[in-house]
């Protein structure tokens, strides 16, 4: 498959855990951001999005909290599967930007059985 | 309904050779970024066009280069490749408010 990153840091969880990822991003004048997961040999897949005027969101097994406060993003992943091995970016943007997403360096998910 | 599609989905060129990569978005698609994405540097952004215009870009060099038609399809050339050009190039398309879907990239090699 496609490497993406050979130097990505990895979380390795046991299927049926939780998973919590972190990223830290860069403008704190970003204003919406998204986290994606990444399969091998495929693009980037859209999982969830959380605007700057909100906190928390949660969607189907994932929930995404936001601290402007520290510039810092968090993905949790509830009973984690084995389909959820791969990789997960979270990608900030700014209204007044464009479609211009900046992405984090990504985190490396691996699920045991 | 499709989704964002690549060609050709491997390409092997030589330094000095210039490449052409296409991206068909999803049909009712407008906008159409690109990025690149090599495991020293992550994904970066590249360009975007909107109804065949650059509404954004990103900090490469002028090697690189985009149009979009007016269909939305769009290319991307990359001219004099060097060896850092080797990458996954995606290509995104968005509805307007929506969210961006990514195709499954071109893997461009070059020696």
């Known amino acids: 498959g496609e490497s993406v990153g050979l130097h990505l840091p990895t979380l390795s969880v046991q299927e049926g855990d939780n998973s919590i990822i972190n990223c830290a991003y860069s403008?704190?004048?970003?204003?919406?951001f998204i986290w994606y997961k990444q399969e091998s040999g495929k693009g980037p897949q859209f999982i969830i999005d959380i605007r700057s005027n909100m906190d928390k969101r949660q969607g189907q097994r994932v929930t995404v909290l936001l601290n402007k406060t520290v510039k810092h993003l968090s993905l949790q992943i509830a009973a984690t599967q084995p389909g959820d091995s791969a990789v997960y970016f979270c990608?900030?943007?700014?209204?007044?930007?464009?479609?211009?997403?900046?992405f984090g360096g990504g985190t490396r998910v691996l699920v045991k059985p | 309904k499709a989704g964002v599609t690549q060609t050709p989905r491997y390409l092997i060129k030589t330094r000095g050779q210039q490449v052409t990569l296409s991206c068909s978005p999803i049909?009712?698609?407008?906008?159409v970024s690109w990025y690149q994405q090599t495991p020293g540097q992550g994904l970066q952004f590249l360009f975007e066009y909107f109804s065949e215009t650059q509404r954004n870009k990103g900090n490469f060099p002028g090697r690189f280069s985009g149009r979009q038609f007016s269909n939305s399809r769009s290319e991307m050339n990359v001219s004099t490749l060097e060896l850092g050009d080797s990458a996954l190039y995606l290509c995104?398309?968005?509805?307007?408010?929506?969210?961006?879907?990514f195709g499954p990239g071109t893997r461009l090699t070059v020696l």
């Open positions: 995104a398309s968005k509805l307007r408010g929506g969210e961006q879907f």
């Open positions: 990608a900030e943007t700014l209204k007044a930007a464009g479609n211009k997403l900046t």
């Open positions: 403008n704190s004048a970003s204003d919406y």
């Open positions: 049909s009712g698609h407008r906008s």
